[in-house]
Nanobody
Framework: QLVESGGGLVQAGGSLRLSCATSGRTPSTYAMGWFRQAPGKEREFAAGIRWSGTTYYADPVKGRFTVSRDNAKNTVYLQMNSLKPEDTAVYYC???????????????WGQGTQVTVSS
């Protein structure tokens, strides 16, 4: 029900914008989270947004990433600026009733999109 796009290869300092298209079956009142998982590491919360527009960011991405949503288009975005090699990961969007940082707090997940940042 969630489809991510926009990943790719970028040099350090560059930017990417990820998109997450939701289906009509995902309530627009759900919170949306962006998670990432690097090889050999656990999936971690990066950013999230409530239906009201309130946002929350993990410390490693604060000031560089911006999450937004267009409820009319059923799409959530993650604008990533000043990318670093340590941002390399598979990025997932997820939908859930509440904006939380734990992956098990989300009901619906996308398939993920690879982001690779070269040094």
């Amino acid at each position: 029900q969630l489809v991510e796009s926009g990943g790719g290869l970028v040099q350090a300092g560059g930017s990417l914008r990820l998109s997450c298209a939701t289906s009509g079956r995902t309530p627009s009142t759900y919170a949306m989270g962006w998670f990432r998982q690097a090889p050999g590491k656990e999936r971690e919360f990066a950013a999230g947004i409530r239906w009201s527009g309130t946002t929350y960011y993990a410390d490693p991405v604060k000031g560089r990433f911006t999450v937004s949503r267009d409820n009319a288009k059923n799409t959530v975005y993650l604008q990533m600026n000043s990318l670093k090699p340590e941002d390399t990961a598979v990025y997932y969007c997820a939908a859930g009733k509440l904006l939380v940082t734990a992956p098990n707090g989300y009901d619906v997940w996308g398939q993920g999109t690879q982001v690779t940042v070269s040094s």
